[in-house]
Nanobody, 124 residues
Framework: QLQASGGGLVQAGGSLRLSCAASGRTLSSYSMAWFRQAPGKEREFVAALKRGAPKPYYADAVKGRFTLSRDNAKNTVYLQMNSLKPEDTAVYYC???????????????????WGQGTLVTVSS
């Protein structure tokens, strides 16, 4: 089970750190990702750390502002979000899967396990 937390209301230019904690699974053996879904829009890829890959993947919209990291000792994945913009407003979901390959790392349907989502609201 994945538990996402850390969302909230922040002004544009501010920062938030999202956490995704796992129970019953060892996250180091999974590829991990964050997706987001804004009202009226489809869920979209934000960032991912593919198992065995040296660096995370990022969507162009967040590159340079968001940082995905993993703490294996805490079995938790983080998404540090800086320089937030109103267009970052969405429900953020963490996801995990053991079968991710490079061509599917940004694909929503490739991930089998999902957290419940945490709402991020960025005011202008």
């Amino acid at each position: 089970q994945l538990q996402a937390s850390g969302g909230g209301l922040v002004q544009a230019g501010g920062s938030l750190r999202l956490s995704c904690a796992a129970s019953g699974r060892t996250l180091s053996s999974y590829s991990m990702a964050w997706f987001r879904q804004a009202p009226g829009k489809e869920r979209e890829f934000v960032a991912a750390l593919k198992r065995g890959a040296p660096k995370p993947y990022y969507a162009d919209a967040v590159k340079g502002r968001f940082t995905l990291s993993r703490d294996n000792a805490k079995n938790t994945v983080y998404l540090q979000m800086n320089s937030l913009k109103p267009e970052d407003t969405a429900v953020y979901y963490c996801a995990a899967d053991q079968g991710i390959i490079t061509s599917t790392v940004r694909t929503t349907s490739a991930y089998d396990y999902w957290g419940q989502g945490t709402l991020v609201t960025v005011s202008s």
